[in-house]
Nanobody
Framework: QVQLVESGGGLVQAGGSLRLSCEAS???????VDWFRQAPGKEREFVAS????????YYTSSVKGRFTISRDGAKNTVYLQMNSLIPEDTAVYYC??????????????WGQGTQVTVSS
């Protein structure tokens, strides 16, 4: 079974950048790797998705143009580069992997989450 570990969260000022990492161990990712986030008192929100096989990507509208999801097969890692951060991006960020696209909401594994805090 695959295990996912996120890293790279932290505190950053508005307008700054962070790069989150999601590393798989045990086995490689399933076909899709997605990033979600959950802010205090809010529901979990889809952020971005990448196909492990062909690298195709998909973003929620609120992060399009600011966030970039990418993969490194040699390191068995998926990244989420976050630029032009705003306070509304503050949340715990989770990665998850699935054999199906994100709209099926069926996941093989989740990471433990990493906190991102954007100060104004």
């Amino acid at each position: 079974q695959v295990q996912l570990v996120e890293s790279g969260g932290g505190l950053v000022q508005a307008g700054g950048s962070l790069r989150l990492s999601c590393e798989a161990s045990g086995r490689t990712f399933s076909n899709y790797v997605d990033w979600f986030r959950q802010a205090p008192g809010k529901e979990r929100e889809f952020v971005a998705s990448i196909s492990w096989s062909d690298g195709s990507t998909y973003y929620t509208s609120s992060v399009k143009g600011r966030f970039t999801i990418s993969r490194d097969g040699a390191k068995n890692t998926v990244y989420l580069q976050m630029n032009s951060l705003i306070p509304e991006d503050t949340a715990v960020y989770y990665c998850a992997t699935s054999s199906r696209a994100f709209w099926y909401n069926q996941y093989d594994a989740w990471g433990q989450g990493t906190q991102v805090t954007v100060s104004s």
